[in-house]
């Protein structure tokens, strides 16, 4: 399935799989992209980005990576790929290339710290659907840093537990990325995705004014 319409990949964070996505894919799309959740060990950040580098094989270019808290990790490293047109960070990590970021379970006591303006039903679903990190996992390099030379956007998230919105704001300044501020827990793609989808349409509609630049 080829289009003229970017193509969209999701990386998700820890305690995560792609389907964290669900209420933000359907809408993008309706609207003609092609989209696909990248879904990863994590095991190693080398594994985890060599896993995205072979999903945007599977769409076509140019393509937006999404990337939600250790996501963030992933697309720093894996958009350094060519094919990859913007970055959109969502109460995520954006590290540098040379500096360190660290399998971990999430209890159910911990759910409302990481989720807790979801309903019950979908904390539970949250909870339920974990991925667990292995204990290293932040201290690996990512071989690169996309946002240096590809324009980022990011969204704080002002309720956010899991990582403080301050340390948000500093790697959204730092990148000298477009950000946005929503009253949101960790999950903003659960809790907000209409945001989520709006910061993304933003993206996408920068990077088609560059490719037809070029």
Request: proline letters at 5%; charged letters at 20%; aromatic letters at 8%.
């Amino acid at each position: 399935m080829k289009g003229t319409q970017p193509s969209i990949v999701f990386c998700h964070g820890i305690w995560a799989d792609g389907s964290c996505f669900s209420k933000v894919i359907p809408a993008l799309q309706a609207e003609g992209h092609e989209c696909i959740a990248a879904q990863y060990s994590l095991n190693t950040t080398a594994d985890d980005i060599a896993n995205v580098k072979r999903t945007l094989a599977r769409v076509s270019s140019p393509a937006i990576l999404v990337g939600h808290s250790y996501g963030g990790s992933v697309i720093t490293g894996a958009g350094t790929d060519d094919r990859v047109a913007g970055l959109v960070y969502i109460a995520a990590f954006a590290p540098d290339t040379e500096v360190a970021d660290g399998r971990i379970w999430l209890l159910p006591e911990g759910i409302d710290s990481f989720a807790g303006d979801l309903s019950e039903q979908e904390k539970r679903l949250v909870w339920a659907t974990q991925c667990v990190p292995a204990p290293d996992l932040f201290e690996a390099k990512v071989g690169g840093t996309a946002w240096k030379s590809k324009p980022s956007w990011y969204i704080v998230a002002k309720n956010d537990r899991t990582i403080q919105p301050d340390c948000e704001r500093f790697l959204a300044k730092r990148m000298g990325a477009t950000t946005t501020e929503v009253a949101s827990s960790h999950v903003v793609m659960l809790s907000q995705p209409q945001v989520v989808i709006d910061v993304i349409r933003k993206a996408v509609k920068a990077s088609q004014g560059v490719t037809a630049a070029a």
